[in-house]
Each structure stands twice: as structure tokens, then as C-alpha cells.
């Protein structure tokens, strides 16, 4: 059976996992030890963050009851979900990301100097990627770098796409990554952004440049599926995804404050 492309289609695959097994009566433990994996491995798998040989996938599946095309098509789907997302990421912490992207149900982002990689157009994430490339980035891997950017904004498409909500700093908007403020990618850009927040799904607002008194980039994924709230932060030195209740709850508060700050800021039409 061909891979399904569709990434609605490939986030239900992945839920219906958990769905599946409660039908059937399963405790996560006991369903992990039912094809010889541990409990966070089957923790892992049903939030959609892999962990678990397809050879294991197909065996869980049967042990549900799954018909033999269904199995072989939510196989695919758990393979397949993140792989055109994940081509070209440089790091652990953003394939991690990545990941958790697919299950998430409400996503809360905060950039300071650029746009945000799931609202950035070709152009712009083409001269993001080439001005922050690394001595061991060749134009083939920079290259892998751009089409998943542009392939991991499918997450926002579709009737089961994750409530998000985006803070821009001005200065991202004023200047943009390539530099120049009238350069004609910044204007598609922000008229991009524009589009993009028509949706019902979709908030972007802009925080007056200055006010975030320190804070540098993150970004909040609220999980649908129960396993847990994630935080990526973006560092100088590296970045850091966490779990930590506390460091989320703190990070959930600065979020609160930024966008109070945004609901008196500049519109995005300001910058056109």
C-alpha cells in the first residue's frame, strides 16, 4: 500500500492507536508487553513520537484486532507522519519537536527575530536557512533543511489542525531575517502572515519590540493525546525541549504577559 501524504489523515492514524486499544480493554502496560517493548516505548508511540519498529507496530495492531489493510495503512501513517518534516533538521531537540508536533492540540510560539518556521514562505525560509547555515551545510542540505520546513507547515492545514497562537516580536517584522525591510520577500512575508491568520484555528499577533524583558524564543505544545505538555526553547548555545511541569506552568505565564503586551502592539498590516 502506497504511503498516505495526508497529514490529517496521518494524525488520526496515529490517535486511533490509543483509541484502539482501550476498545479492546488493554492497560498501557499491558499492551507494551503483549509485543516485548516497554511502557514509555508504547507512551512514545501513541503521542506519536515513534520508538517502535513497524515490525512491533503490526504486531500491536493485531493484537487489537486490526484488519490486515487497516493495520498496513496506520503502519504507514506512524512511519510515515514525520518523515518529510524531519529531512534536513540539524538537531535532536528539533526532531523532537517535530514529533510531538503531530498530537499536539494547542500550540503557543514566541520568535524574537524571525518568523516563525511554520508561517515562513519558500522564499523566506530559503534566506533564513542559507543565513544561518554552518560550515558543514552544503547547498544539498540546505536545500533538505528548506523543503522540511516548508513540508512540516502541513501541520497547520486541515479540519483537526492544533489551535495555534503566534507572538512576533516587531523587530522580526521591521527587519526580517534577510535584513532589508522594503526587500520584496518581506513583504510576501507578512502578507503571508496576513492569509495565515484568517483562519479560525490561527491567532498571530505582534509584541511592541523590546517588551519581552529577556525572554528568548519558545515554543508550547499542549498534547492531545494525554502524554504530556512539551517546551522547545531556543538557546545561543543549543537548544532544549522539556517536560517539566514547572518550567511549562513559568513558560505558560510569560506567554499570558506577552500577549497582553500584543493586544495593545502594532497589527500585521503595519508593516505591509
Known amino acids: 500500500m502506497a504511503e498516505n501524504s495526508d497529514p490529517t489523515a496521518q494524525r488520526e492514524?496515529?490517535?486511533?492507536?490509543?483509541k484502539l486499544r482501550r476498545q479492546v480493554g488493554l492497560e498501557a502496560e499491558e499492551a507494551a508487553a503483549s509485543i516485548g517493548v516497554t511502557p514509555g516505548a508504547l507512551w512514545s508511540l501513541e503521542a506519536g513520537l515513534g520508538g517502535v519498529p513497524p515490525k512491533k507496530v503490526r504486531e500491536l495492531l493485531a493484537r487489537y484486532g486490526a484488519d490486515g489493510s487497516h493495520a498496513h495503512g496506520m503502519t504507514d501513517a506512524v512511519g510515515s507522519v514525520v518523515n518529510a518534516r524531519l529531512d534536513g533538521a540539524r538537531s535532536a531537540g528539533v526532531r523532537t519537536l517535530i514529533h510531538a508536533e503531530q498530537t499536539a492540540r494547542v500550540l503557543r510560539s514566541f520568535e524574537l527575530t524571525l518568523i516563525p518556521g511554520l508561517l515562513q514562505t519558500p522564499e523566506y525560509a530559503a534566506l533564513a536557512c542559507r543565513r544561518h547555515r554552518t560550515t558543514t551545510d552544503d547547498d544539498a542540505a540546505i536545500a533538505r533543511r528548506i523543503a522540511g520546513r516548508i513540508a512540516r507547515q502541513g501541520l497547520l492545514d486541515g479540519p483537526h489542525a492544533p489551535?495555534?497562537?503566534f507572538l512576533i516580536d516587531e523587530a522580526a517584522l521591521?527587519?526580517?531575517d534577510p535584513g532589508d525591510p522594503g526587500d520584496a520577500v518581506?513583504?510576501?512575508?507578512?502578507?503571508?502572515?496576513?492569509?495565515?491568520?484568517?483562519?479560525?484555528?490561527?491567532?498571530?499577533?505582534?509584541?511592541?519590540?523590546?517588551a519581552?524583558?529577556?525572554t528568548g524564543p519558545f515554543l508550547?505544545?499542549?498534547?492531545a493525546s494525554g502524554a504530556g505538555d512539551l517546551l522547545y526553547l531556543e538557546q545561543a548555545d543549543a537548544d532544549r525541549v522539556s517536560g517539566d511541569p514547572a518550567e511549562i506552568a513559568d513558560y505558560l505565564n510569560r506567554f499570558a504577559s506577552l500577549r497582553a503586551l500584543a493586544a495593545t502592539g502594532p497589527d500585521l498590516a503595519?508593516?505591509?
Open 212 to 214: 519581552h524583558a529577556g
Open 220 to 223: 508550547l505544545l499542549e498534547a
Open 186 to 210: 518581506l513583504r510576501g512575508q507578512i502578507q503571508r502572515l496576513i492569509e495565515v491568520r484568517d483562519r479560525p484555528h490561527v491567532t498571530i499577533q505582534v509584541v511592541p519590540a523590546g
Open 174 to 176: 521591521r527587519r526580517g
Open 163 to 165: 489551535r495555534a497562537h
Open 270 to 272: 503595519d508593516f505591509r
Open 13 to 18: 492514524g496515529i490517535g486511533e492507536l490509543r
